[in-house]
């Protein structure tokens, strides 16, 4: 332990740096904004159809702070419901520890088939496996071509949402996969026959998981393409790695979250694919299921009354696609496996260290136009939490110059008429820029002034153009 | 060093010392819907899958003119004996399902609100991988198995049964957004719906 927590990218440049970096790419910013556009519509339709939206999130939001205010009690619930039903539960502290056990439960294999896991990212853990001489082959379309491409991923959702199908079929062509067109329905199929090999051969598995249920023991996987089915059903030896959070109380309650997540996140009515399993059946599926409880800065966050609230995240990635900053940044400028709003508020937390200056200068990557709580499922309220994570960067960095700004920045924002009527002035962006130096992203109508494409919103409020044009 | 579950729950108790309430949860929220064959129908469609509403009668002569001259996997306990379809019984290994030409399943609950099926490995559906391997799926779906809402389908679902909810065919949006249908699961989803 004291080791560093991976859920930062180590040397990446703090938020304003990457995003400067990022807003002079014109293809990337296409690509997201094509992609965030269109994902944007799609979820309006999707939720539209349910007359009971909002009584679903408000039921999805009490159920998650039930879960987080008895999480004691819930976990050692779910850790017996497991155990009866022939399943091993391990306990994690931080990503080390459960790099450890996932290394040790792979044994002899010296490759593992893994599903795509934001849990699995956060400790690092393909690396991990590398150092020690397993190879983790990602088995998610998307993410088989981040590997591939050696690359970051850069949403949640679809982490190769920065490249286009020429980028890929390169991508697949130096790998060896050799498409013969940059049709998608060709690359799909290379990557289907590539990745087939591996699902009938390889003896572990590891997954992440969507939501466990105490009561039951059950743990739940949703997806689209059937590689996860196929690391979840065909190998011997399935490992899945799942934050503290990720626990539901009942069985019952997935039926609040089978409707909130797909349409949230892919906007469809339920995702192609769902799988739950209860420890292990015999004769159907893994004669052995470990499930791994990673706490890895949960309970620190969890410690913070206004903070906590982020452990609610289902991991949608509504609030990326409707973000003006990221839209124009991208998912990699955040620096971390968790992009775009929600990862303004949950990475800083998760790392809990105030010397780390690329985490730090997160609470500052937003606009704080409130578009991400009004889309969220479990209501979290993303730009209460910013500010009060600005607050608390302020008290960690002393009153030096830079902190004085920071901490006019937090007194802007924390009231949202008060941060209209600066707009309104212009004060805003001589409040930032009288030293000529933004260091971080304080909101649109200071930042991207620094960028010559930066669309800024003529003499309208930001918040007013922004619920004219997208709201 | 001390153990990683006493430290962790140790955490966890500390750090909800402010005793933090938790309001009721309202489920005030729809739970029961529409159940026709015909919502069903709809919503499986606009999936890209492949369904067809038929009677009791047309089901035989119907997976006849389907599944015909195909090796076509089928788990214990289907009603149906389809002429001319080669059938393949479990236990078959993964080599062996995958050289399959399609499998053939009933359901344990169908939802009309999302179109989805969903099978929990009781008679008629056999181990996951027999409905994961093979390019094609046929499922049949009898009327008295449509749940109206998510909800009244969870209620009728043993959660202690391994279950897979199926929404159309294997599909991804990863490129470009375009959707691909079959990237690892199968390509095709035929559902039968029988009134
Ligand atoms: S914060 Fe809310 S909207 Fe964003 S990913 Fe999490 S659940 Fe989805």
């Known amino acids: 332990m004291g080791t560093r927590n991976p859920v930062t990218w180590l040397g990446s440049p703090t938020f304003p740096e990457a995003a400067r970096t990022a807003l002079a790419d014109t293809q990337l910013r296409r690509n997201l904004r094509n992609a965030t556009t269109t994902i944007r519509g799609r979820r309006a339709q999707a939720v539209g159809e349910l007359p009971d939206w909002e009584r679903l999130r408000r039921a999805g939001e009490a159920i998650k702070d039930d879960v987080l205010h008895h999480l004691d009690r819930y976990l050692e619930q779910l850790e017996a419901a497991v155990t009866a039903r022939g399943g091993v539960v391990h306990w994690a502290r931080d990503a080390a520890e459960a790099n450890d056990i996932v290394l040790r439960l792979c044994g002899d294999a010296r490759e593992v088939v893994k599903v795509k896991s934001m849990a699995t990212q956060e400790i690092g853990l393909n690396e991990a496996l590398a150092a020690a001489g397993v190879h983790a082959v990602e088995t998610d379309l998307a993410e088989l071509i981040v590997q591939l491409g050696d690359d970051r991923p850069s949403h949640i959702l679809v982490p190769a949402i920065h490249r286009n199908r020429s980028e890929i079929r390169e991508i697949f062509r130096a790998a060896g996969l050799g498409p013969a067109s940059d049709d998608p329905r060709v690359l799909a199929e290379a990557a289907r026959a590539h990745l087939r090999r591996k699902f009938l051969s390889c003896e572990v598995a590891v997954s992440g998981a969507n939501f466990a249920v105490a009561d039951t023991g059950s743990v739940v996987v949703l997806e689209s393409e059937g590689n996860g089915r196929m690391c979840l059903t065909l190998p011997r030896k399935l490992i899945t790695v799942m934050g503290l959070e990720k626990v539901v109380p009942t069985w019952q309650d997935l039926e609040v979250f089978l409707q909130l997540l797909p349409r949230s996140s892919t906007a469809e009515r339920m995702n192609p694919y769902t799988s739950t399993w209860t420890g292990v059946t015999p004769g159907d599926g893994p004669e052995e299921f470990h499930l791994v409880l990673l706490d890895n800065g949960r309970t620190a966050t969890l410690a913070d009354p206004v903070g906590r609230q982020a452990l609610r995240c289902i991991r949608c990635s509504a609030c990326l696609n409707v973000c003006p900053v990221y839209e124009r940044t991208g998912g990699r400028s955040y620096g971390s496996v968790y992009p775009g709003p929600i990862g303004a508020i949950l990475t800083p937390q998760l790392v809990d260290d105030p010397h780390d200056e690329q985490a730090a200068s997160l609470p500052f990557a937003s606009s704080l136009c409130g578009a991400c709580f009004e889309v969220c499922p479990v209501r979290i309220d993303i730009p209460s939490v910013l500010t009060h994570l600005r607050a608390r960067a302020v008290e960690a960095k002393g009153r030096s110059a830079e902190s004085v700004a920071m901490a006019a920045a937090a007194w802007v924002f924390a009231s949202a008429s008060r941060y209209e009527k600066a707009q309104k002035l212009g004060s805003l962006a001589r409040l930032f820029a009288h030293d000529g130096r933004i260091s971080w992203l304080p909101g649109p109508g200071a930042a991207w002034t620094s960028s010559r494409d930066a669309p800024v919103p003529a003499r309208e409020p930001f918040r007013e153009w922004w619920r004219k044009n997208r709201g | ?195």
């Open chain 2, 1 to 195: 060093m001390a153990d990683a579950r006493a430290e962790i729950l140790g955490r966890v108790r500390a750090a909800l010392r402010d005793k933090p309430d938790t309001p009721p949860v309202v489920r005030d929220y729809v739970r029961t819907g529409d159940a026709s064959v015909e919502l069903l129908a709809d919503r499986i469609a606009h999936y890209r899958a492949t369904v067809h509403v038929v009677t009791p009668d047309e089901v035989v002569p119907l997976l006849a003119e389907r599944l015909a001259g195909k090796r076509i996997v089928v788990p214990d306990g289907l009603p149906w004996d389809v002429p001319g379809v080669t059938a393949l019984r479990d236990p078959l290994t993964v080599e062996e399902l995958d050289r399959a030409d399609g499998v053939l399943t009933g359901c344990a609950v169908a939802i009309a609100q999302t179109g989805t099926i969903v099978l929990d490995g009781g008679p008629g559906q056999g181990r996951r991988a027999l409905t994961l391997l093979p390019d094609h799926h046929v499922c049949v779906v009898r009327s008295d198995q449509i749940a109206g809402t998510v909800p009244e389908a969870l209620e009728r679902l043993d959660p202690l049964r391994p279950l897979t909810f199926i929404s159309g065919p294997s599909a991804t949006s990863d490129i470009e957004l375009d959707r691909v249908e079959g990237v690892h699961g199968p390509r095709r989803l035929e559902v039968l719906v029988v009134t």
